[in-house]
């Protein structure tokens, strides 16, 4: 039992999916996964180990921000020994190549959160980056399910609510689209010397106001989710 998770040592997989939804883990843990069995309920951030494929993979909420899934990647990893994390959110598309549904593999994730400063004081700009296996494996999966994914560079940002950012710079420079949580998983996941891969599906368009429903970004977005299994089993040692 960690500070944040009630699970015992071994409910948990070496594999888990962090949607940031609670309800998203739920949905995850009823409709994909065989026999889940739900092992935290600790600020109603469920999460559930269940089997895809023959495979036992967890699936854990995080919440919403960098510093909520700090908190649950690192006990997830030290607490509980996880060594394969993906996370399966919702991003912001910002790119003209980039649709509503659209799957978007990340690569690496720029952020303007002061987290890489704290970790490596001032003149290093560290660069969170994707584990390669876990990035070329879902990027089959992709093709294999003949789901289209665009892989590439995302912004993880500090805030939500973020009038003053440049957007179309980041626009112009690469970026595919906007979140709050890939950058700190990465870079935990360098510290602690295991894999993770954030696969999104995009929810709105920044640039357009196109949206989805609340509904719907908890429910419907299965494409994320299939290749995020797909890359859990077809990594797993």
Do not use: W
């Amino acid at each position: 039992m960690s500070t944040h998770i009630e699970a015992q040592t071994g409910d948990i997989a070496s594999t888990v999916l962090l949607p940031g939804d609670p309800l998203r883990a739920q949905y995850i843990a009823e409709n994909f996964l065989e026999n889940p069995t739900r092992y935290n309920t600790v600020r109603n951030a469920f999460g559930y180990t269940g089997k895809y494929q023959g495979q036992d993979v967890s699936v854990q909420a995080t919440g919403m921000g960098i510093p909520s899934i700090s908190i649950y990647a690192t006990e997830l990893i030290q607490e509980y020994g996880v060594k394969k994390l993906l996370r399966v959110g919702t991003c912001g598309g910002m790119s003209p190549d980039i649709k509503v549904r659209d799957v978007v593999i990340a690569q690496s994730a720029t952020t303007d959160s002061s987290i890489i400063q704290n970790t490596f004081g001032s003149g290093i700009y560290y660069a969170p980056t994707a584990d390669f296996s876990m990035l070329m494996a879902a990027y089959q999966a992709s093709q294999k399910l003949d789901i289209p994914a665009k892989v590439g560079n995302i912004l993880s940002e500090d805030r939500f609510y973020n009038d003053e950012i440049d957007r179309q710079k980041l626009i112009d420079y690469g970026i595919l689209g906007s979140e709050m949580e890939t950058a700190a998983l990465y870079l935990l996941a360098a510290k602690y010397h295991v894999q993770a891969l954030g696969v999104l599906t995009i929810s709105n368009h920044i640039m357009t106001g196109e949206e989805t429903t609340a509904q719907e970004r908890e429910t419907s977005f299965n494409d994320m989710i299939k290749v995020a299994l797909e890359t859990a089993i077809s990594t797993e040692q």
